[in-house]
C-alpha cells in the first residue's frame, strides 16, 4: 500500500486526530480533532512532516510530483464539501496555506491567505459577495503576502520598511488616511496594479495568475521555511530537532473583513502571562488574521472585563472604550458567546490551557487553530496547579507539565519596591510579559546581538517586532513595541521565552534610521538607559535597582511534588555559607562541590597563598600553609553550619599554581618587598609556573601528589571544621573529594595522606567524626579503570565540565570560537558544555558509574559538572541510578523538577 501522504478534514469528519501530532503537525492534529469534535472548522487537508523531510531531501519538483494525485484529490474533496471550485472564476474557492510543525513555532514559519485569486476571480468575489471593497482588499493582501512569502520581496535592511507597506503607507498620506480600512476600492485597486508592477520589477516576471501555480508555489513555501534563519534559531533555543519537518495546512477560507459584521481573534482560555483563570483575548473588526499577530493595528479586547483592564491600563474612560473600543461581548455578542463555550470546551477536553484562533465571517464563527498555549514560569506553575486543585489532573500531570527551565523566570530580580516609589514613567503600553528588565536601548536585532557580544544589557525597542527580530530578542533584556497587543508576535515569543515585554506603547515614537525614540518629552538614543515593568506596562527613565523576588505558594507546592516523586536528590555547588543557605531555600540537600580554591582569592588570603608558592622549601611552604588553615577552617565551619544534616563534599585544590601568582611587574614587585626577595627571583619562580597547556599540566590531585603538605593543611582545616562544628551540635557530613585522578596510585597516595593526617587530628582532640574519601572522575581514564579506583574511593562525584572537555579534545575555553559554527552547519546540535553528550561522554560516565558499582556495590555517585543543573542531562543521571546531581544555587529548582519527572517518567 502506498504511503499516505495528505489527511483531509471537514463538516464533522477527519482522516486524522489529536493522537497524530507527529506526523500531522500541532496544529492539523488539531483542526482534525476539532472536525470530529463537531465544531466550526473550515474543510482542508493537511500535508504530513515526512513530506517535509522528503522535500528537504529530494527537493521541490521530485515531492510535487510525489503528492500531486494527493493534493489534487483533497482539493476536489474541499470543493465538494464548500460547493465551490478552485481556479474557477465563476465560483472559486480560495484557501489558506499555513504551516504546522509537531511543536509550536509561534510566527516561525510562512503563511499565505487568499490563494487562489486573480484579476477574473476579485470580479467574481465582489459580484457574489455584493462587497467590491472586500474582494479588492483580499486580492491586495494577497498579492502582498505571496509576494513577501513566496517570491521573496523583503525590505534590504532593518533600517527599510516592507517593499509593499512604503507603496501603501505612501498611498495612505496621499489620501490623507491613516488606516488601511480608510482606503475605498479604487485605492485598493491602484494598490493590487502597483503591487504587481513592484513583483514585475523585483522577479521580471508576471504575478502567477493560476491557482495551481499558486498553490504549488505556497505549499512549497511552507516547507522552505522550516529552513530559514529564523525557523532555525527557534529550534536551537528550544532544542527542535531539524528532522520532524513541518506539515502544511489547506484549508478553505473564510473572511474577517467582509465588513463590520466580520473580524479576526486569538484568544486564551486563561491568562498566558499570569495564569489566572480568565479567559481572554483580541480581535479585530474587518481584519485577516495575520493583523491581529503581526501588531501592525493594536486590536480591542474579546472580553468586557479585559477591554476595561486594557482602557484602564490605557488612561481612557469608560464612555471612550464602549464607543470607541467595545469588547467583542459587547459588538458581537453571539458570536463571542459561542467563542467561550467553545474555549471552555476545548480546555475541559485538552486539561490545559488553549490558545485559539478564530475567523468571523459574516456573522458566522469559525475555529482556525487550537494549541496548548505558550505561558510564562509564573504562569505554567499556577495553571497546573489549578488545575491539579480542581481536580482536572493528577500530581504526576502537573509535575510533567512542567519546563523545568522555565522555573529560572520565577527566580529573576523584581524591581525595587522603594526604587519604584522615585522612578519616572514616561510611557505605558500592555503587560504583555511579566518581569524587571533594564538595559541600554538598541533598535535592530543585529545591533543587540552586537551589543550583547560585548556584555552590555539591551532593550530591543521597535515599531513592532517580526520573525526576524528573534537573534535579538533572544539576547535583549526586554522588548518594548509601539504597536501590538497581548497576543502580538512580541507577546507571544517573549511569553515564550521568559522574556519581559512592554507591547502598543502607543505614545511613543521610532524613528529607526535616527536610532532614536522619543516618550516622555525625552529623546532617547542608541545606548540610553530605560526600564521594563512587564507587570503593569510601565517604562522607566533610566536603570530602576532590582531585588530578590518572593516566590508564591505555588512554587513551594511544586517544590514539594517534586520531593514527593524524586528518586535522585539535588545537592548545589557552593563556596561560601552565603550560596549554601540560598541553595538550601531552594531545598538542596547538600554540598556536591565546594570549591576551595575560591576562598584563597579573598583579602589576605592571597598573600599567603603566594607566599606558599614562592618558598623555595617545605618547611617555607608550611609556614604559609599554617597562615592559610585558620581562616580555610573558619570557612569550612560556615558552610558545615549552613548545611546542617547534610553531606558537604570538598574539592582539594584544583586550578595550577600560576592562576594564583601576579603577572604585572608592579604587583611582583610589591611581593618580592614583602618575602625579602628580589624582583628578579618572583620573575623566575613565575615564570617557571608557566605552562603550555595548563588545564593538562600540574594541577589537581599532581599538586597534591607533589606538595602533600597542601593536603594535609587543607585535610586539617576540614576535620577540624567538622570536629568545632560538632562540638556546637551541627550534624556534620565531611566528604574529601580528590580532583583529577587516572589511576588507582594517584588516588591511593591522596587517600593515604587525608587518612593519616584525620587521625592525627582525632588523636590531638580526643574525639572523632566520620568522614568519607571520594573522587572526582574527570578523565577519561578515571572512568575506564572506575573498577580499581572504587577499591580506594568512598564515593564518585562526576566533573562532566572537564569530562566534556578531555573526551572531545576542545578547550572549554577556546570551543566558542567554533562551536557557534558546529551548531549552524549540524556539526552538533547542542554545546556539549551545556548539555550532556550523552552518546560519547555519556557513555563514560555510563562506564564509570557500573564498574565502580560492580566493586563496591554501595558506593555513592553523583555528578558535579554544570550538567547537573541542565534537565535532560539530570534526567540521564538519574537514569543511571545516580545519588544525586549538584548545580549552582539558582539550578536546583529546574534540577529537582527534572529528577522528580525522571522518577516519574521511568
Request: aromatic residues 6%.
Amino acid at each position: 500500500m502506498p504511503m499516505k501522504r495528505v489527511y483531509t478534514f471537514g463538516d464533522g469528519k477527519a482522516e486524522g486526530n489529536a493522537e497524530m501530532r507527529n506526523l500531522l503537525g500541532g496544529k492539523g492534529a488539531n483542526l482534525a480533532e476539532m472536525n470530529l469534535l463537531g465544531m466550526p472548522v473550515p474543510p482542508g487537508f493537511t500535508i504530513t512532516t515526512e513530506v517535509c523531510n522528503e522535500y528537504t531531501l529530494k527537493g521541490r519538483d521530485a515531492v510535487v510530483k510525489l503528492i500531486q494525485k494527493e493534493v489534487e484529490d483533497a482539493i476536489a474533496h474541499v470543493e465538494a464539501l464548500t460547493g465551490k471550485k478552485f481556479d474557477n472564476p465563476e465560483n472559486p474557492l480560495l484557501v489558506s496555506v499555513r504551516s504546522g510543525a509537531r511543536a509550536s513555532m509561534p510566527g516561525m514559519m510562512d503563511t499565505v491567505l487568499n490563494l487562489g485569486m486573480n484579476d477574473a476571480t476579485v470580479a467574481s468575489l465582489a459580484e457574489k459577495s455584493g462587497n467590491p471593497r472586500f474582494a479588492w482588499d483580499s486580492y491586495r493582501r494577497f498579492v502582498q503576502m505571496y509576494g513577501d512569502v513566496v517570491l521573496g520581496m523583503k525590505p534590504k535592511s532593518k533600517a527599510d520598511i516592507d517593499p509593499f507597506e512604503e507603496i501603501m503607507d505612501k498611498m495612505k498620506e496621499e489620501k490623507g488616511v491613516k488606516l488601511d480600512t480608510e482606503l475605498d476600492v479604487e485605492d485598493l485597486q491602484n494598490l493590487v496594479k502597483q503591487f504587481k508592477a513592484a513583483v514585475k520589477d523585483f522577479t521580471g516576471k508576471d504575478f502567477p495568475d493560476s491557482a495551481w501555480e499558486q498553490l504549488w508555489g505556497g505549499i512549497c513555501a511552507v516547507f522552505d521555511s522550516w529552513m530559514n534563519e529564523r525557523a532555525i534559531l527557534y529550534r536551537r533555543m528550544n532544542q527542535i530537532p531539524e528532522e520532524w519537518g513541518t506539515a502544511v495546512n489547506v484549508q478553505a477560507m473564510v473572511y474577517g473583513n467582509m465588513g463590520d459584521n466580520s473580524a479576526t481573534g486569538v484568544a486564551f482560555s486563561r491568562d498566558a502571562a499570569t495564569g489566572e483563570n480568565m479567559f481572554n483575548g483580541e480581535y479585530l473588526i474587518n481584519a485577516q488574521g495575520e493583523d491581529v499577530v503581526a501588531g501592525i493595528r493594536t486590536p480591542q479586547q474579546i472580553t468586557v472585563e479585559g477591554s476595561r483592564r486594557w482602557a484602564n491600563l490605557q488612561g481612557i474612560s469608560e464612555q471612550e472604550r464602549a464607543e470607541k473600543y467595545p469588547s467583542l461581548e459587547e459588538s458581537m455578542p453571539t458570536c463571542a458567546a459561542e467563542l467561550i463555550a467553545i474555549a471552555n470546551r476545548l480546555e475541559n477536553y485538552y486539561k490545559d490551557m488553549q490558545d485559539m484562533e478564530f475567523t468571523i465571517q459574516d456573522g458566522k464563527l469559525w475555529m482556525l487553530q487550537t494549541r496548548n498555549g505558550k505561558r510564562t514560569g509564573a504562569a505554567m506553575v499556577k495553571i497546573a496547579m489549578d488545575l491539579l486543585r480542581a481536580g482536572e489532573i493528577d500530581e504526576k500531570t502537573t509535575l510533567l507539565r512542567m519546563e523545568p527551565q522555565k522555573l529560572d523566570e520565577l527566580l529573576h530580580p523584581v524591581f525595587d519596591k522603594s526604587a519604584l516609589k522615585r522612578a519616572k514613567v514616561v510611557a505605558k503600553g500592555l503587560p504583555a510579559s511579566p518581569g524587571a528588565a533594564a538595559g541600554q536601548v538598541v533598535f535592530s536585532a543585529e545591533e543587540a546581538e552586537a551589543w550583547a557580544e560585548k556584555k552590555k544589557k539591551v532593550i530591543l525597542v521597535r515599531i513592532e517586532t517580526s520573525p526576524e527580530d528573534l537573534r535579538g530578542m533572544a539576547v535583549a533584556q526586554g522588548i518594548l513595541t509601539m504597536r501590538g497587543g497581548m497576543t502580538s508576535h512580541a507577546a507571544v515569543v517573549a511569553r515564550g521565552m521568559g522574556k519581559c515585554c512592554v507591547s502598543g506603547a502607543g505614545e511613543i515614537k521610532v524613528d529607526y534610521k535616527a536610532k532614536t525614540v522619543d516618550m516622555g518629552g525625552k529623546t532617547y538614543k542608541e545606548g540610553d538607559w530605560i526600564s521594563l515593568n512587564g507587570s503593569t506596562g510601565e517604562v522607566y527613565d533610566g536603570q530602576v535597582p532590582t531585588t530578590e523576588p518572593e516566590l508564591g505558594g505555588d512554587f513551594g507546592a511544586i517544590m514539594n511534588l517534586a520531593a514527593k516523586y524524586t528518586k535522585t536528590l539535588v545537592r548545589t555547588n557552593a563556596d561560601t555559607p552565603r550560596d549554601a543557605k540560598q541553595a538550601r531555600s531552594f531545598g538542596a540537600q547538600g554540598i556536591g562541590l565546594c570549591r576551595t580554591e575560591h576562598m584563597f582569592f579573598e583579602g589576605d588570603r592571597i598573600k599567603a597563598v603566594r607566599e606558599m608558592i614562592l618558598s623555595s622549601d617545605v618547611d617555607g611552604r608550611r609556614k604559609a600553609l599554617a597562615k592559610l588553615l585558620p581562616m580555610q577552617r573558619a570557612d569550612f565551619e560556615g558552610i558545615f553550619e549552613a548545611m546542617d544534616g547534610y553531606g558537604v563534599t570538598i574539592r582539594l585544590l584544583d586550578p595550577p599554581l600560576h592562576e594564583f601568582v601576579p603577572h604585572q611587574t608592579a604587583t611582583q614587585k610589591e611581593l618580592a618587598s614583602e618575602m625579602g626577595l628580589t624582583l628578579e627571583e618572583v620573575k623566575a619562580k613565575v615564570d617557571s609556573l608557566e605552562e603550555f597547556n595548563p588545564m593538562l599540566g600540574h594541577r589537581g590531585c599532581r599538586l597534591g601528589i607533589t606538595y602533600p603538605e597542601i593536603t594535609e593543611m587543607q585535610t586539617r582545616a576540614i576535620i577540624e571544621a567538622a570536629l568545632n562544628m560538632k562540638a556546637r551540635g551541627i550534624d556534620v557530613h565531611p566528604e574529601i573529594m580528590i580532583p583529577l585522578v587516572g589511576t588507582l596510585k594517584e588516588i591511593q597516595n591522596q587517600a593515604d595522606v587525608i587518612n593519616i593526617t584525620a587521625a592525627k587530628v582525632f588523636e590531638e582532640r580526643g574525639e572523632s567524626v566520620p568522614y568519607k574519601v571520594g573522587t572526582m572522575i574527570e578523565v577519561p581514564r578515571a572512568a575506564l579503570t572506575a573498577d580499581q579506583i572504587a577499591t580506594v574511593a568512598d564515593f564518585f562525584s562526576f566533573g562532566t565540565n572537564d569530562l566534556t572537555q578531555m573526551t572531545f579534545g576542545y578547550s572549554r575555553d577556546d570551543a566558542p570560537k567554533f562551536l557557534k559554527f558546529y551548531k549552524e552547519h549540524g556539526i552538533i546540535k547542542t554545546d556539549p558544555f551545556e548539555v550532556l553528550d550523552q552518546e560519547g561522554v555519556g557513555q563514560l560516565v555510563r562506564m564509570g558509574v557500573e564498574k565502580g558499582r560492580a566493586t563496591k556495590p554501595e558506593l555513592k555517585v553523583g555528578i558535579c559538572g554544570e550538567h547537573g543543573g541542565e534537565p535532560s542531562s539530570v534526567k540521564f543521571c538519574a537514569k543511571l541510578g545516580m545519588n544525586y546531581v549538584s548545580c549552582s544555587p539558582y539550578r536546583v529548582p529546574i534540577a529537582r523538577v527534572a529528577a522528580a519527572q525522571a522518577a516519574i517518567e521511568e
